[in-house]
């Protein structure tokens, strides 16, 4: 596995090339690190009971700082997620590409026999099966399902492939050279999903206000109650 996440390092979470990033718990896809808030970024101290009242007011207005340049930085919750998901079907068609690099591998490996069979098995799974789920995916929250399948596609074609040290060894070379049809595909891969890291975060914005609407509300009730017991 850890061999795999070298080969595509550059894919990282959506990308979706690697299974172990959506698994399914329970009959449910876990967090996707791209579609999901993975982590908690923004909240209340901790020990709000503990603050003074000017301190409160500090942390106060330093969230309110952070949520006035988040808003002003980031588009409407619907405009980000469109342009994420418009990202992701462009990123997607170039993971499709794979029906095209598959044959090619075959032909320069010169792949005969059961391998052979196997591979253009997956490339006709690719073609059809995988681009028949996408026609369901409408939103964001259809992507996680869809990529689920592509992933675990595609990994068990990388499993075929350690199946067979001779290509396994070839195939982890050629991802490195850009004058190979796999390697020209990594690289292909690499660039189209940097723009979706970066759309990512217009979404990841939407969590980050969340957040820091939800503490500034906690501080603001502690801040409230220090004031009643004031008067």
Do not use: C, W
């Given at each position: 596995?850890?061999?795999?996440?070298?080969?595509?390092?550059?894919?990282s979470?959506?990308?979706?090339?690697?299974a172990?990033?959506?698994?399914?718990?329970?009959?449910?896809?876990?967090?996707?690190?791209?579609l999901?808030?993975?982590?908690?970024?923004?909240a209340?101290p901790?020990?709000l009971?503990e603050?003074t009242?000017v301190q409160?007011?500090?942390e106060?207005a330093?969230?309110?700082?952070?949520?006035?340049?988040?808003?002003?930085?980031?588009?409407e919750?619907?405009?980000?997620?469109?342009?994420l998901?418009?990202?992701i079907?462009?990123?997607d068609?170039?993971r499709?590409?794979?029906?095209?690099?598959?044959p090619q591998?075959i032909e320069?490996?010169?792949?005969?026999g059961?391998?052979?069979d196997?591979?253009?098995?997956?490339?006709n799974t690719f073609?059809?099966d995988?681009?028949?789920a996408?026609?369901?995916v409408?939103?964001?929250?259809?992507?996680?399902?869809?990529?689920?399948?592509?992933?675990?596609?595609?990994?068990?074609?990388?499993f075929?492939?350690?199946?067979?040290?001779?290509f396994h060894k070839?195939?982890i070379?050629?991802?490195q050279?850009?004058?190979?049809?796999?390697?020209?595909y990594?690289?292909?891969l690499?660039?189209?999903?940097?723009k979706?890291?970066?759309?990512k975060?217009l979404v990841?914005?939407?969590?980050?206000?969340n957040?820091?609407?939800q503490?500034?509300?906690?501080?603001?009730?502690e801040?409230?109650?220090?004031?009643?017991?004031?008067?």
């Amino acid at each position: 596995m850890l061999r795999i996440q070298f080969i595509f390092r550059g894919l990282s979470a959506v990308v979706l090339l690697l299974a172990g990033q959506f698994t399914y718990a329970g009959g449910e896809t876990s967090k996707s690190p791209i579609l999901d808030r993975v982590e908690v970024l923004y909240a209340a101290p901790e020990n709000l009971t503990e603050l003074t009242l000017v301190q409160l007011q500090a942390e106060k207005a330093s969230r309110v700082r952070d949520l006035s340049v988040i808003k002003e930085a980031s588009d409407e919750p619907k405009v980000a997620k469109d342009k994420l998901l418009q990202s992701i079907f462009d990123h997607d068609d170039k993971r499709l590409q794979i029906v095209a690099v598959i044959p090619q591998m075959i032909e320069d490996y010169q792949i005969e026999g059961e391998f052979r069979d196997s591979l253009l098995g997956y490339s006709n799974t690719f073609d059809v099966d995988i681009r028949e789920a996408r026609k369901d995916v409408h939103k964001l929250a259809d992507y996680k399902s869809y990529d689920f399948r592509f992933s675990a596609v595609y990994m068990s074609m990388m499993f075929k492939f350690k199946e067979n040290p001779e290509f396994h060894k070839r195939m982890i070379a050629d991802l490195q050279d850009p004058d190979t049809a796999i390697g020209k595909y990594r690289i292909e891969l690499d660039e189209s999903y940097a723009k979706v890291e970066h759309d990512k975060y217009l979404v990841q914005n939407i969590y980050s206000a969340n957040e820091l609407e939800q503490a500034i509300a906690t501080i603001d009730k502690e801040i409230s109650k220090r004031q009643h017991v004031e008067l």
